[in-house]
């Protein structure tokens, strides 16, 4: 879990000072953010193609997170041999094409386990903090809710991007950069709760959400909405609504005193969704 980060990141301040546990970095004299992520080597094996097309997605939400305009991706890819490299490689350029952000080099090594790791890099004057929120504060959730389960990771996975035009894509993309919220984190593998969690960690406070008042696609369980990786999801706190194009936001929380997440059901009942702090890191 991330609860191991804190200790196993100790002394390295990833994203310095301001920036500790951020979905980028901003590279020190200069308007530049990177993003890098790695997809799950199991995922890799499983669905090469959707992999390649994850790499970018996730990188473009971290940066679109950061308020970055994307510039281009750099790939490093471990795979047995050529034509599975093919198959991740395929799924990676058609996501490069749909986003209109190019592929400008990378590494690829063939005859080893699969793996794949994708660095985002972007730019903004002014990049938008993921810890940049206080008590009081109120909660959105921005998300693209159109779209399916992708098949085989129903309740675990949702995809409403690639069927996006490059037009609403980049609209969504460039929603937190337009609208300048006090914090914004894009919602992770950790699902709605976790990653509000590591919102609040990194501002040094607490939450409370209202799923009752979460934007949820018609059909899919609460349960399954606030733990599954939502394909395009902004949380923000503080701010306006964000120009997203195809997607809807709603406030639905608020920051507090204190520390994680508590869950605040329409009759009143507040139950806990994550007892504590997510990844150890500590406030940005």
């Known amino acids: 879990g991330k609860a191991a980060l804190g200790p196993l990141l100790r002394g390295l301040a990833p994203g310095g000072r301001g920036w500790v546990g951020d ?3 901003p590279v020190p004299g200069s308007d530049v953010v990177a993003a890098c992520d790695a997809i799950l080597p199991s995922m890799v094996e499983r669905d090469p193609d959707w992999a390649g097309w994850c790499s970018v997605l996730v990188n473009l939400n971290d940066l679109a997170a950061m308020g970055a305009t994307p510039v281009g991706l750099l790939d490093a ?3 047995r041999d050529a034509s599975f490299a093919a198959r991740v490689l395929t799924g990676l350029r058609r996501a ?3 986003y209109d952000v190019p592929v400008l080099g990378g590494h690829t090594q063939l005859g080893v386990p699969a793996a794949l790791s994708v660095t985002a890099l972007g730019r903004t004057a002014s990049p938008v903090p993921g ?10 959730l921005t998300a693209d809710l159109g779209g399916r389960w992708r098949t085989g990771y129903t309740g675990r ?5 690639s069927t996006r035009t490059t037009e609403e894509l980049r609209e969504m993309l460039g929603a937190v950069g337009a609208a300048r919220p006090a914090a914004a984190k894009d919602v992770s593998m950790a699902g709605i709760a976790g990653t509000l969690g590591m919102l609040a960690e990194a501002s040094g406070c607490g939450a409370v959400l209202e799923p009752a008042r979460v934007p949820r696609p018609a059909g ?6 606030l733990t599954c990786f939502p394909g395009f999801a902004m949380l923000t706190a ?3 609504a964000l120009p997203a194009g195809p997607a809807v936001g709603a406030e639905c929380g608020e920051l507090v005193v204190g520390s994680g ?10 139950t806990e969704g994550v007892h504590d702090a997510v990844t150890g890191l500590g406030t940005a």
Not at 220 to 225: H, L, N
Not at 261 to 270: A, K, T
């Open 23 to 25: 979905d980028g970095a």
């Open 77 to 79: 890819l471990g795979a």
């Open 96 to 98: 490069s094409s749909a």
């Open 131 to 140: 810890g940049g929120g206080r008590p009081g504060h109120p909660v959105r």
């Open 157 to 161: 996975q949702w995809d409403s991007t």
């Open 220 to 225: 899919v369980t609460m349960g399954d909405w």
């Open 238 to 240: 503080g701010g306006p």
């Open 261 to 270: 997440v508590r869950l605040r059901w329409p009759d009143g009942v507040v």
